[in-house]
């Protein structure tokens, strides 16, 4: 009996068969938010377009930076009540970085200094426990954190501001890195993203541009805040130097479409001009260091190596023979004296006195925020130090030795990474960029966490496919026989 209802059901069945190859995937997660389409350039325009006032504004009326800094961040808690994928707060992140210098900028009431690594770092804890299940942590960058622990108790007391100030951004970049890590950036995701970056820091742009073309600055040969607005030229040059790197590499993830790339090419190319004109050389370096860094990898990629060449020359080329001879004549030949100075503005002092003072104390150091009480004798006030490295051995001792040693592991992990070539060269460049930083203004802003936390993804393009995400192809009936 059994047999026959078998044989008849069977007989119920077959017709509804359906024998054609089904196509079965290896992750079964929803799409991306982002992944039907990339950002047109008329859309791309109008998002640059809309920013480039904002820091006008902001300087005009410094409560509108505060709102605009508290939306930003009240979007991010928005996307993350939202979204099943961490990928629309990434882009709150991102936006959030480039944005840090106009309400620092504008000095905006209510929002403290470290207000974007706060941001920043509330965000990634809430990334890391709403999709931990997505894709394994790296937890390497939680003992980054513990060594710098015993360090707020080697002080001889706990300064709450000290600890703010020094430990945010080390902090920041660690959880950064793990929050990140669990991340794979598609071809448009990444473009986002990088457009992120880019809008706030064309708002600096801007400013410095309405400022050269309607008012009279001077230039010498030191840092030049009047072109700035006020704002710390170190700062400043920083910000739109992260600008034009992301705009480099989003040169790289459009090569069908010549209008974006031309755009790309010319965004880079005034952001590093305005950046130049600040007379501060640190943000000329950190993007001319990241880029040298990602060349190799970039040269290596089947896809991004035909263009990489040509886009390198054409940056070579303009900058040499049109973009520099402009500017310094534009400043009277102070540009090509400023960048030609090697003086390192007592930023070597400051280097040897920390190297002493863990030399005296090499164990523990002297503490969270102790060490600029050493620079006293020397300057003539508590100036905080601008390399995070002479202050991590200065402050924590041994322990910094140990954080510096893993900073170098994790660097040389990313390079010899079994990754796309695009992927490394993204990854070693904002690498590059966050250490190169770090050399010359410490952790003052976001801007080293979040690039050194975003090294930690894996990013994709449509031209070279991850083999891990999808399996070949299995022939399976749609219905079992019974």
Same mark, same amino acid.
């Given at each position: 009996?059994?047999?026959?209802?078998?044989?008849?059901?069977?007989?119920?069945?077959?017709?509804?068969?359906?024998?054609?190859?089904?196509?079965?995937?290896?992750?079964?997660?929803?799409?991306?938010?982002?992944?039907?389409?990339?950002?047109?350039?008329?859309?791309? &325009?109008?998002?640059?377009?809309?920013?480039?006032?904002?820091?006008?504004?902001?300087?005009?009326?410094?409560?509108?930076?505060?709102?605009?800094?508290?939306?930003?961040?009240?979007?991010?808690?928005?996307?993350?009540?939202?979204?099943?994928?961490?990928?629309?707060?990434?882009?709150?992140?991102?936006?959030?970085?480039?944005?840090?210098?106009?309400?620092?900028?504008?000095?905006?009431?209510?929002?403290?200094?470290?207000?974007?690594?706060?941001?920043?770092?509330?965000?990634?804890?809430?990334?890391?426990?709403?999709?931990?299940?997505?894709?394994?942590?790296?937890?390497?960058?939680?003992?980054?954190?513990?060594?710098?622990?015993?360090?707020?108790?080697?002080?001889?007391?706990?300064?709450?501001?000290?600890?703010?100030?020094?430990?945010?951004?080390?902090?920041?970049?660690?959880?950064?890195?793990?929050?990140?890590?669990?991340?794979?950036?598609?071809?448009?995701?990444?473009?986002?993203?990088?457009?992120?970056?880019?809008?706030?820091?064309?708002?600096?742009?801007?400013?410095?541009?309405?400022?050269?073309?309607?008012?009279?600055?001077?230039?010498?040969?030191?840092?030049?805040?009047?072109?700035?607005?006020?704002?710390?030229?170190?700062?400043?040059?920083?910000?739109?130097?992260?600008?034009?790197?992301?705009?480099?590499?989003? &040169?790289?993830?459009?090569?069908?479409?010549?209008?974006?790339?031309?755009?790309?090419?010319? &965004?880079?190319?005034?952001?590093?001009?305005?950046?130049?004109?600040?007379?501060?050389?640190?943000?000329?370096?950190?993007?001319?260091?990241?880029?040298?860094?990602?060349?190799?990898?970039?040269?290596?990629?089947?896809?991004?190596?035909?263009?990489?060449?040509?886009?390198?020359?054409?940056?070579?080329?303009?900058?040499?023979?049109?973009?520099?001879?402009?500017?310094?004549?534009?400043?009277?030949?102070? &540009?090509?004296?400023?960048?030609?100075?090697?003086?390192?503005?007592?930023?070597?002092?400051?280097?040897?006195?920390?190297?002493?003072?863990?030399?005296?104390?090499?164990?523990?150091?002297?503490?969270?925020?102790?060490?600029?009480?050493?620079?006293?004798?020397?300057?003539?006030?508590?100036?905080?130090?601008?390399?995070?490295?002479?202050?991590?051995?200065?402050?924590?001792?041994?322990?910094?030795?140990?954080?510096?040693?893993?900073?170098?592991?994790?660097?040389?992990?990313?390079?010899?990474?079994?990754?796309?070539?695009?992927?490394?060269?993204?990854?070693?460049?904002?690498?590059?960029?966050?250490?190169?930083?770090?050399?010359?203004?410490?952790?003052?802003?976001?801007?080293?966490?979040?690039?050194?936390?975003?090294?930690?993804?894996?990013?994709?393009?449509?031209?070279?496919?991850?083999?891990?995400?999808?399996?070949?192809?299995?022939?399976?009936?749609?219905?079992?026989?019974?």
């Amino acid at each position: 009996m059994k047999y026959q209802n078998r044989t008849r059901l069977n007989e119920t069945q077959s017709p509804q068969r359906n024998d054609r190859p089904i196509r079965y995937s290896r992750r079964n997660e929803e799409p991306s938010i982002s992944e039907k389409e990339s950002p047109a350039a008329g859309q791309i &325009i109008l998002f640059f377009l809309l920013h480039a006032p904002l820091m006008i504004i902001f300087q005009r009326a410094p409560i509108i930076a505060t709102a605009y800094g508290v939306g930003i961040l009240l979007a991010g808690f928005y996307y993350l009540a939202q979204d099943t994928q961490p990928t629309r707060v990434t882009w709150i992140i991102a936006y959030l970085t480039g944005a840090e210098i106009l309400w620092r900028g504008a000095k905006a009431p209510l929002l403290i200094s470290e207000y974007g690594k706060y941001s920043i770092l509330l965000l990634c804890v809430l990334m890391l426990m709403k999709y931990r299940g997505k894709k394994q942590v790296a937890l390497c960058p939680l003992l980054l954190i513990a060594l710098l622990i015993p360090g707020i108790f080697v002080a001889p007391k706990i300064d709450r501001q000290a600890i703010s100030y020094q430990l945010g951004g080390p902090v920041t970049l660690a959880v950064a890195s793990m929050a990140f890590s669990t991340i794979e950036f598609k071809k448009a995701d990444l473009q986002r993203l990088f457009l992120a970056v880019i809008a706030p820091t064309i708002s600096m742009a801007f400013l410095i541009i309405f400022i050269g073309g309607t008012q009279d600055v001077s230039f010498s040969s030191g840092a030049n805040e009047e072109i700035t607005g006020g704002i710390g030229a170190n700062q400043v040059t920083s910000a739109l130097s992260l600008g034009a790197t992301a705009a480099f590499f989003y &040169i790289f993830t459009t090569q069908k479409n010549k209008t974006i790339r031309n755009l790309m090419i010319a &965004i880079s190319v005034i952001l590093l001009s305005t950046s130049v004109l600040t007379f501060s050389r640190a943000g000329l370096w950190n993007t001319l260091g990241a880029v040298a860094m990602s060349i190799p990898f970039l040269f290596r990629s089947r896809w991004q190596g035909s263009n990489a060449f040509s886009i390198i020359l054409v940056f070579g080329v303009l900058g040499y023979f049109v973009v520099f001879p402009f500017l310094n004549n534009l400043t009277g030949g102070a &540009i090509a004296s400023r960048f030609s100075d090697l003086d390192s503005t007592g930023r070597d002092v400051l280097v040897e006195i920390d190297y002493k003072v863990f030399q005296e104390n090499p164990i523990l150091g002297v503490g969270v925020g102790q060490s600029v009480y050493y620079h006293v004798p020397y300057f003539g006030y508590r100036k905080p130090t601008h390399t995070e490295y002479s202050r991590l051995l200065a402050e924590h001792g041994s322990l910094g030795v140990a954080v510096l040693l893993l900073l170098t592991g994790i660097t040389l992990s990313r390079i010899t990474s079994k990754r796309s070539a695009f992927s490394k060269s993204v990854s070693v460049s904002f690498t590059t960029w966050a250490l190169l930083y770090m050399t010359h203004a410490a952790t003052r802003m976001v801007a080293p966490s979040f690039a050194f936390g975003l090294a930690a993804a894996s990013f994709l393009t449509e031209e070279e496919p991850n083999k891990e995400d999808t399996q070949p192809i299995r022939k399976t009936p749609r219905y079992r026989r019974l």
